[in-house]
């Protein structure tokens, strides 16, 4: 489960107060659906849905290839 960002307005409030939490915390930073499936495929997987989950976060399917 991850907190996805929306990539065309950039999330609500609480998304860029986890991408700031984030980068002040741990220099990490929140991602687009894009941006995980890139990260997904670096490391052999790919991302093969994004289900909403009522709550600030998602859950990632992914699968190896």
């Known amino acids: 489960m991850e907190?996805?960002?929306d990539g065309v307005s950039?999330?609500?409030a609480q998304g860029k107060l986890?991408?700031?939490n984030m980068l002040v915390m741990t220099g990490g930073q929140e991602r687009t659906q894009?941006?995980?499936g890139a990260l997904l495929?670096?490391?052999g997987f790919r991302l093969n849905?994004?289900?909403p989950t009522g709550?600030?976060?998602q859950v990632l399917e992914a699968e190896a290839v």
């Open 18 to 20: 986890l991408d700031i």
């Open 34 to 36: 894009g941006e995980y």
């Open 49 to 51: 849905r994004v289900i």
């Open 41 to 43: 495929a670096q490391a």
């Open 3 to 5: 907190a996805v960002i």
């Open 55 to 57: 709550s600030p976060f």
């Open 10 to 12: 950039g999330a609500g």
